[in-house]
């Protein structure tokens, strides 16, 4: 990937629809070196690595929220280039649904993060280090978020269980290959199926979430996302800092977030009584 593009024109904007992803060479060359300096900073006030323990390179260290620990990265939020993204994608109200940072470790196995009808929910990746398809770039499979699909709700059921049903390692699953170098910028559909295989102990990557803005008739499935954040012990799903420092633009991206998470404190509460360290992801 090499070449800046940070407008969405309406060919990419078909193409996200039909295949679930999109790669934005170079979006970010111009303040990469920060960003990736912030994202060590976020880590070292942490311990280095998951649960203020150092990384030791053995499993995913992971953070949640993670742009939200500092006020730079919440400032992705609002930069023109991802903003631009986020509402052509989503739509002008759409949602900030959290984020997470990592040391990944390792291959990660086939699959989505969600399987969601009719609210598109969007993640936009950052990985720190150059990757190629052997050394752990992000893996997609073009139009597997279509959930109406045939092929695509095939794969749903079939994807663990590549090397019984198909014969192929999940590295051998045909896929495309996001390639990517510091600066550029991948995102794709929740639903669409992504993996990664052959990272080293130390593969440095954050993400940013969002949604298109739940309609009043299905706010209980996104009070149930929400519920999902209890598994890192958070009471809130976004940072003080997130919040003290929005504007009233960013403030819209947050307030449908904020208005259906009272459930989340009692959520976490039980959480932290019954796992040893918050989720690694
Ligand atoms: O880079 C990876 O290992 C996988 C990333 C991923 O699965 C995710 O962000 O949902």
Known sequence: MSEVDSRLTDRQIRFFRTFGYLGFPGLLSDCIE?????????????????????????ARSCIVPFIDQRERLCALLDDPRIAAIARKLLGDDFNYMGSDGNYYVGDTGWHSDGWHQGIAHLKIAFYLDPLTRETGALQVIPGSHLIEDR??????????????????????????????????????????????????????????NLCQRYPENRLPELRNYISGFARFWV????????????????????EQVLNNSSHLPELSRKAREEMPEPSRG
């Open 235 to 254: 009471d809130c799903p976004y940072s003080d800092t997130m919040i003290r420092t929005a504007s009233a633009e960013r403030t819209r991206h947050l």
């Open 34 to 58: 920060e960003i990736t300096g912030e994202f060590e900073k976020v880590w070292a006030d942490r311990g280095g690595g998951h649960y203020n323990r150092p990384h030791e390179g053995k």
């Open 151 to 208: 092929y695509a709700s095939g794969l749903q059921q079939e994807i663990g269980r590549s090397e019984e049903l198909w014969g192929v390692r999940g590295a051998e699953v045909p896929a495309v290959a996001l390639e990517t170098g510091p600066g550029d910028i991948v995102c794709f559909n929740h639903n669409t199926k992504h993996a990664a295989f052959g990272g080293g102990a130390r593969r440095r990557m954050f993400t940013i």
